[in-house]
């Protein structure tokens, strides 16, 4: 997990990316989801930028949206980390797939589940998910 993170932040602090493994670990344990998705979500949202903010305001490294903000720093990474995985979990567990559960993530669950046809960004985002995650299962 070490050298994949790296590859997106060369010169990341040790510290820091202690951290970002740490949390990455914690919220893997305590909502059941494979750290290297997590990983992979990570890589693909925010590039393992910490302060990285989206032109729709999602924010940190899981790049939440600010509703889903309550009481912490967003750019501190274990409760972003927390929050981004425990809504994952909850995608994960709406549609029972980890392509939809993606697409959820990116474009909302409301219009993975109408069955629309995915934006071309979130065709993207959930290819570049899976690549990650298939990646970081073969090291």
Known sequence: MESFIRTYQPALPQADLDE?????????????????????LIAAESGFHRTAVS?????????????????????????????????????LDRFNSVPLALAAYNAGPTRIARNDEWPRETRFYVSRVLTNYEELLTK
């Open 55 to 91: 032109r729709k305001g999602a924010r940190g490294l899981t790049q939440i949206m600010p509703d889903k903000i309550n009481g912490f720093d967003w750019r501190e990474a274990r409760p972003n980390i927390d929050r981004g995985t425990a809504y994952l979990r909850e995608m």
């Open 20 to 40: 970002i493994i740490q949390g990455i670990l914690e919220a893997s344990e305590r909502h059941k989801v494979d750290p290297r998705l997590i990983t992979a």
